[in-house]
């Protein structure tokens, strides 16, 4: 194997040893298998092709100073792959099945965890597709559970750094009793172009407003959104949102350092009056905003003068690091120490 430059990796897909598949067929889920192959043998009526059956997660492991390695919040990940599963019609996959395919794979490319402050770590990939052949309107009756894991480098480039975004009007990343509290890939497919539009004026994302209304905050690219202000810690509350993992752990966190914590609707207005900004997900933990433009009434919302993180941002992004690498105790549950 090339020997990996560990400290400048990109935030993309690297072949690893193994991946882990496990199908659903007579309606029960099989053994996890283990496969080298990169490639899917797929059914060219699938209906994860035709009609967008397929759900998937997003997780992390991370090898700490005493090279142990960790993974956050792995049955977090677990339940949520299963209420996206419910979400649009396929099988949930079992949560004990979920954890142990985590488990094989890191085990079986544990020489592609990456070193204790490289600034990488071992990005996991789960997802479920529905495999049945057929042309009808109608979930699959079988399935494929997929596993497999890529070390990556930072999200963002820059690490832990201020960047600006931009309001979008032209575009809605979902509508408010449709699917956007799933992790599925029809709501990531619908946030390209606005995406590809925001990066080509020099944003790093696009900022979405409710579908409804467009008044109140909604998600700031394929990440939640939280701000601060008077001590609080604010992040919006909709019917269209993903629940970040990562967000619901910040305002755990947030609280335990004496901060409050809201779940509401913001309107796009209230920005005016937020000290910090920032979008959290699992990819890059915490993007701190530095300004937010409305291109369409001329207006800017300023977070950072200087270019530098917010205090309370930074104190949060670094605490759940060190949680996540071992630095700090685990007293929640969020740890999976891979034994």
Known sequence: MKEIDWNNLAFGYMKTDYNIRCKFTNGAWGKLEVHTDEYLNLHMAATCLHYGQQGFEGLKAFRGKDGKIRIFRLEENAKRLQRSCEGIGME??????????????IKMNERFV??????????????????????????ATEFEFILFVAPVGPFF?????????????????????????????????????PGMKAQAKGYSNVFYLDAKEKKYIDECGAANFFGIKNNT???????????????????????????????????????????????????????????????????????????????????????????????????????????
């Open 114 to 139: 990456p070193p204790y402050e490289s600034g990488a770590t071992l990005y996991i990939r789960p997802l479920v597709i529905g495999t049945s052949a057929q042309m009808g309107l109608k979930p």
């Open 92 to 105: 949930k996959f079992p949560l004990d099945k979920f954890k142990e395919a985590v488990i094989k794979a």
């Open 233 to 339: 810690y604010i992040t919006p509350k909709s019917t269209s949102i993903l629940q970040s993992i990562t967000n619901q752990s910040l305002m755990i966190l947030a609280e335990e350092i004496g901060l409050k914590v809201e779940q509401r609707p913001v309107s796009l207005e209230e920005l005016d009056t937020f000290e910090e900004a920032g979008a959290c997900g699992t990819a890059a933990v915490i993007s701190p905003i530095e300004r937010l433009d409305d291109l369409d009434n001329n207006k800017s919302y300023i977070f950072s003068k200087d270019g530098k993180p917010g205090a309370i941002s930074e104190k949060l992004y670094n605490k759940l690091r060190a949680i996540q690498y071992g630095d700090e105790p685990d007293t929640r549950g969020w740890i999976t120490v891979v034994e």
């Open 157 to 193: 480039k820059g690490g832990f750094t201020t960047t600006p975004f931009v309001v979008t009007r032209e575009y809605d990343r979902a509508a408010p009793l449709g699917t956007g509290t799933y992790k599925i890939g029809g709501n990531y497919a619908a946030s390209l172009v």
